[in-house]
C-alpha cells in the first residue's frame, strides 16, 4: 500500500472510552474541536436510534498532535469517554471477574458473535460484541473530521444522505446530485444541511414520512430495519490514487473503508450494480469541451476512472443490512451447551442507517485526505499546497 495516512481505533462499547490515532498527518493544518464536536453530534441524531443516545453525548478530547489549533505533524490522539461506563464497571472491568456476571453464550444471526466466538476462543460473547459494535465508529467520525479540515484547504466537501430505509425508496432528489456541474462543494454543503434537518437524512420529504412509519412499524414488531446512503465529496482534483497496480486503486480503497462499516453488505460506485442492465453507449461519460473547458454532463462513473479521480464528484453508495440485535430474537445454538435455543438480547437500535451515512462520510474523508497525501506529501500543508498549486499550473486545471 502506499498509503500515508493510517487511522487506528480501541475501545469497547461499555467500556471507559474510545481512543482514536490518526498517523501520517501533515504539520500546520488548523483544526476547530468545534468542528470535531459537530460531527460527533450528526453521528448520534437519527430516527430509530436505541436508548443508548440518549446517555451518550459525545465529545473529543484531544491528547495529543495538536497545538494552538494547529497539527504538529506528530501522532493525533483523541479520547471519546463513554458516559455509560459507570453502568457497566462490573461488567466490563478490566481486572477482576464478578462471579454475578453470567456469560452470553446464545450468538445473534448476522452478528460478529458466532464467528468471533471460534476465532478469538472465547467463552463469552461479550468479550466480541463489545468491540464489534458499532460505537467504534464514533472514534472514526471524530478522525475523519480532522481528514475534512484538511480536504477543506483544497476546497474539498463531503456529504451524505440517505436513500433507501427498509423498502422505501427516495425517488424526488434534488437535481444537483446527478448533474456534475451543478454539484459543486457549496451545493454539496446546503444539501448536506438539509439533510441534517431530516431524522432520517432524507432529501425526499415524502420519503421521509415513509420512512419514518417504516421506523415506527419495525419498533412496533420488534424488528429492525436496514438500508442504502450515498456520500459524495466534490471539488477533487483528477489523477489522484493509480491505475498501475491493484492496491493503489483508490475505489478499492473507498470500497474497503466503506465495507469495514459495520452492518455494510454492498458498496458501490457512481451507477454500481445498474451498469449490469445498460449498454456500453449508455454506461460512460463523454468528454467534451464546453468555452474552452473540458466538461463531462454526466457523472455515471461516480468520479472514479481507472482507480483514479476524474475530477467528478465522488459517489458512494453502501447498503445496510438490518441490525442483528432482534427483540425477537432468531433461532441460535447455545456454543457451550450445543443446545438450541434463541438468541440472546440487548438494547439496541431499530435502525442506524441515518449515522452510518456520517460515518460514511468520515471513512470518505480519510480515503481522500489519504490520496491528497500521497500525491502532494505529507510533511506540512505548505509543502502540500506548493505541491497542489504546481501540480494544477501544470495541467491547467
Ligand atoms: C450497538 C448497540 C447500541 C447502539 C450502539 C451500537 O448500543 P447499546 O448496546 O449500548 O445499547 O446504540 O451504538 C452506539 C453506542 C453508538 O455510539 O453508535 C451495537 O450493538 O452495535
Redesign the pocket.
Known sequence: MTAKLRMFTAGE??GKALVGILEGFPANVPVRKDEIDRQLAR??RGYG?????QI?Q?EAQVLAGIRFGKTLGSPLALVIWNR?WPNWQEKMDPWEQHPNIEPLTAPRPGHADYPGWFKYRHRDLRNV?ER????E??ARVALGAICRQLLQQFGVGVASHVIEIGGVRASHLPAELSDPRRCTPPVLNELNLRADQSPVRCLDPEAEERMKAAIDRAREEEDTLGGQFEVIAAGMPPGLGSHVHWERRLDARIAHAFMSI?AVKAVEIGLGTELAHVPGSQAHDEILLEAGRIVRATNRAGGLEGGMTNGLPIVVRATMKP?P?LMRPLRTVDLLRREERVAFT????VC?VP?ASIVGEAMLAFVLADAFCEAFGNDSLEQMRINYEAYCVQMGL
Open positions: 462499547s461499555h453521528r448520534q436510534r436505541g436508548g443508548r443516545m451518550e459525545d455509560d460484541l464489534a459494535s458499532a460505537r465508529t464514533a459495520p441490525l440485535t440487548e438494547r439496541g437500535d442506524a449515522a
